[in-house]
């Protein structure tokens, strides 16, 4: 088949691709930046104007996997382009849609599980663009639209090498501070919310058998796992193979709310109504749409993925402001030239410590000049 994949070059859309080249179908990917990629034809550009997407278009292809992430008009304009053009709209929702279940009951989140959208009561969360509620809104276009050739794919939080999550943030937000001997900062209401971990190959895999799959047609599916650990259980894994790497030890400060620490440091939404609260799901839809697909053990999955880290870190853009607000915690410093610029210093400082103090050394220093 002839495949397109918009800005699939992430943690599901390199292993996609692979699969699809591996399996004989003519793949090609947008992105904007320069890809060498043996097999796969790369369009420069970005998938989230218009105008380019409506000249991939005038290519048909089989099958369109859209991993960008929109606006509801965006969503819109593009699904209104692709739907009538294309087999199969495979669209990338998430999992971070459902609203909280009652595990003491022993619920699991389904497909038919309430979402946020249409059942919190947080009128401004509701109102507003976070991404949860805007997969939501985006959803809703597909279920109402007049086309069934799509398919709705709600990963949970996924995983590879390259992204290693940890409660309230990325690798960048607590990985960095252990590698540099920092203390990391560790919620304790988070320690025992139970959460589902999945793959970034075993994502993948699972959209590949949905790939042209009739049983897979105008339906949600959930690519999740139904195994869940608990944060604390997931620390230590991590803690685990760090320390047996690497050697060093893992500190950890604990502070007593996570939406305290959320407030800080600009994820509140995502905390609060994700990462704080227990996801737990069932597979059994996708198990009737797919009946052979195995998901990796997170323990085995993220002991590896860790491990492979370790072997060559490199970490992403890193937000030294978060860096200041978790120094403040733990009362420690990050070396200064750790930073990129002086600006980047200065707002480090601003954060770590009152802004009056900072004033006062600039204060200070411009005295010992003129003098």
């Avoid at 599980?113 to 809104?137: G, H, T, W």
């Avoid at 339906?219 to 195994?227: C, D, G, H, L, Y």
């Avoid at 790497?245 to 620490?261: Q, S």
């Amino acid at each position: 088949m002839k495949i397109l994949l918009l800005g699939g070059t992430g943690a599901m859309g390199i292993p996609l691709s692979r699969m699809l080249l591996e399996n004989g179908h003519d793949v090609t990917i947008t992105s904007r930046r320069n890809l060498n990629d043996n097999g796969v034809v790369v369009v420069k550009g970005n998938a989230l104007e218009l105008d380019f997407v409506s000249q991939l278009m005038q290519t048909h292809y089989d099958v369109v996997i859209d991993f960008m992430v929109r606006t509801e008009k965006g969503t819109k304009e593009v699904m209104n382009i692709i739907l009538p053009s294309c087999g199969q709209y495979i669209f990338m929702s998430s999992s971070r849609v459902f609203a909280p279940i009652d595990m003491e009951k022993g619920e699991r989140i389904t497909e038919g599980s309430p979402r946020l959208l249409d059942v919190c009561k947080d009128i401004q969360y509701v109102e507003s663009n976070e991404y949860a509620i805007e997969k939501a809104r985006e959803e809703n276009l597909f279920f109402k639209s007049e086309y069934k050739n799509w398919t709705i794919v709600r990963p949970t939080l996924t995983y590879n090498t390259h992204r290693l999550q940890f409660a309230y943030g990325e690798k960048e937000d607590w990985l960095f501070r252990v590698l540099n001997g920092q203390s990391i900062v560790f919620p304790k209401d988070m320690e025992n919310v139970k959460t589902a971990m999945v793959h970034g190959n075993d994502v993948a895999k699972v959209i590949f058998k949905l790939i042209g799959n009739k049983k897979a047609l105008g339906v949600s599916v959930n690519v999740v796992s139904e195994e869940f650990k608990t944060w604390g259980e997931i620390f230590s894994i991590y803690k685990k193979v760090i320390e047996k790497h690497t050697g060093k030890k893992v500190n950890v400060v604990y502070v007593e709310e996570a939406l305290d620490l959320a407030n800080i440091i600009g994820n509140y939404y995502q905390v609060k109504y994700a990462r704080s609260i227990d996801r737990c799901f069932s597979n059994r839809k996708l198990k009737n749409i797919i009946d052979d697909i195995e998901f990796t053990p997170m323990e085995e999955g993220l002991s590896h993925c860790l491990d492979a880290f370790l072997e060559d870190p490199r970490f992403l853009s890193i937000n030294w402001r978060n860096q200041a607000c978790y120094d403040k915690i733990c009362k420690e410093w990050t070396p200064l030239n750790f930073m990129p610029s002086r600006k980047v210093v200065f707002s480090y400082l601003c954060c770590r410590c009152r802004l009056e103090w900072i004033l006062k050394i600039l204060h200070g220093l411009k005295r010992m000049l003129i003098k």
